[in-house]
T-cell receptor, first 114, second 113 residues
Framework: NAGVTQTPKFQVLKTGQSMTLQCAQDMNHEYMSWYRQDPGMGLRLIHY???????DQGEVPNGYNVSRSTTEDFPLRLLSAAPSQTSVYFCASSSSGSSYNEQFFGPGTRLTVL | DQQVKQNSPSLSVQEGRISILNCDYT??????FLWYKKYPAEGPTFLISISSIKDKNEDGRFTVFLNKSAKHLSLHIVPSQPGDSAVYFCAASASDSNYQLIWGAGTKLIIKP
């Protein structure tokens, strides 16, 4: 099993550009989520999904869109990149949304917006 | 306003000694707490957890203690090994908040030979 994979590992964007961060998992997990990690702060939840076709907002959703057309994939779209979105982005999955279930994380995407 | 705080950005411990990582929280509705470990260029991995109905949970060299009255938890690693050098995150959730995790900023643990 590859677990949770994320692409790309690194990305540099100019302000105003759009892009999609890819996330895939091969564990047949229903729950998937996106976090961002900024220096001196904990991970913050951007969006999450409890199953294909169902998404919801987390703590910091502004400027990001998600969709979940399959169980395996959960892409994160930046509509118009801003310097404030410079961060490390982690995708995670678990068998359910309950915190009692371990979340498995991808290796992260380091995004810089100039 | 951080609901989960890890006040020590870094901690240096001699190999073989005990490492104690601390975490404080402000939300009394939190009822489940987790520790994750993160190596550079990797995502966090789950380490150990504790429910609010307990005050201690052990898993091998790792023990988590919960003091609900003080809103404080700690992770003990005994004995500390070089492979324990990593960033440790404390996270908490409340059952009435869709189980969304609130994370601390992390503590970088350095194990010295």
């Amino acid at each position: 099993n590859a677990g949770v994979t994320q692409t790309p590992k690194f990305q540099v964007l100019k302000t105003g550009q759009s892009m999609t961060l890819q996330c895939a998992q091969d564990m047949n997990h229903e729950y998937m989520s996106w976090y961002r990690q900024d220096p001196g702060m904990g991970l913050r939840l951007i969006h999450y999904s409890v199953g294909a076709g169902i998404t919801d907002q987390g703590e910091v959703p502004n400027g990001y869109n998600v969709s979940r057309s399959t169980t395996e994939d959960f892409p994160l779209r930046l509509l118009s990149a801003a310097p404030s979105q410079t961060s490390v982005y982690f995708c995670a999955s678990s068998s359910s949304g309950s915190s009692y279930n371990e979340q498995f994380f991808g290796p992260g995407t380091r995004l810089t917006v100039l | 306003d951080q609901q989960v705080k890890q006040n020590s950005p870094s901690l240096s411990v001699q190999e073989g000694r005990i490492s104690i990582l601390n975490c404080d929280y402000t939300n009394s509705m939190f009822d489940y707490f987790l520790w994750y470990k993160k190596y550079p260029a990797e995502g966090p991995t789950f380490l150990i957890s504790i429910s609010s109905i307990k005050d201690k949970n052990e898993d091998g060299r790792f023990t988590v203690f919960l003091n609900k009255s003080a809103k404080h938890l700690s992770l003990h690693i005994v004995p500390s090994q070089p492979g324990d050098s990593a960033v440790y995150f404390c996270a908490a959730s409340a059952s009435d908040s869709n189980y969304q995790l609130i994370w601390g900023a992390g503590t970088k643990l350095i194990i010295k030979p």
